[in-house]
């Protein structure tokens, strides 16, 4: 397994919609091991494929406790097939925009249909916490972020903020 560099705001990629997997193979396999490694090295909850320059429908989820054993979970073509009325607010960050939080309303449940590591289609309900994380990460797979989901405000302090590092560090 390798740790891959993360891809870190304004990096355009971020922006680009990723294309479905369309065989688990080998290469799939890897690339999921990659991003788990990187994600449980980072650390954080959710990774998709994207934020390590791989635009394919994929992403890795674990949200046991720092003290609990790991339990990492793949997502390819993951897609919301229903959504509650319901809403929840998290704080939420991401990988590719670090050290930076803010509260994001989302439906509190949804329903996902995803093609697992094992070659089969599934379809299962989350609620809560891994809701709003399968909801940020497939965001990922259409170029969103959750800093779209906030006050054009907010989000234009954010982007300046990293693009003066990112201009200082290039
Ligand atoms: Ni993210």
Redesign the pocket.
């Known amino acids: 397994m390798t740790i891959k560099p993360l891809i870190i705001l304004p990096d355009p990629l971020l922006r680009q919609a990723s294309r479905p997997v369309e065989t688990v193979d080998a290469a799939v396999r890897k690339l999921a091991d990659d991003m788990l490694e990187t994600m449980y090295d980072a650390p954080g909850i959710?990774?998709?494929a994207i934020?390590v320059g791989e635009p394919l429908r994929m992403l890795t989820i674990d949200l046991s406790g720092e003290d609990d054993e790991k339990a990492p979970r793949v997502f390819l073509n993951p897609e919301v097939v229903a959504t509650s009325d319901a809403l929840s607010v998290y704080e939420?960050?991401?990988?590719?925009?670090p050290d930076y939080y803010a509260e994001v309303e989302r439906p509190d449940a949804i329903t996902l249909r995803y093609l697992g590591l094992d070659g089969e289609m599934h379809e299962e309900a989350a609620t809560g916490l891994l809701a709003t994380c399968l909801q940020?990460?497939i965001?990922?797979l259409n170029g969103i972020?959750?800093i779209d989901h906030i006050s054009k405000l907010k989000r234009d302090m954010v982007v300046k903020r990293f693009t003066k590092i990112a201009r200082k560090s290039g």
């Open positions: 959710g990774l998709a934020q939420e960050g991401c990988l590719s925009i940020h990460e965001d990922h972020l959750f």
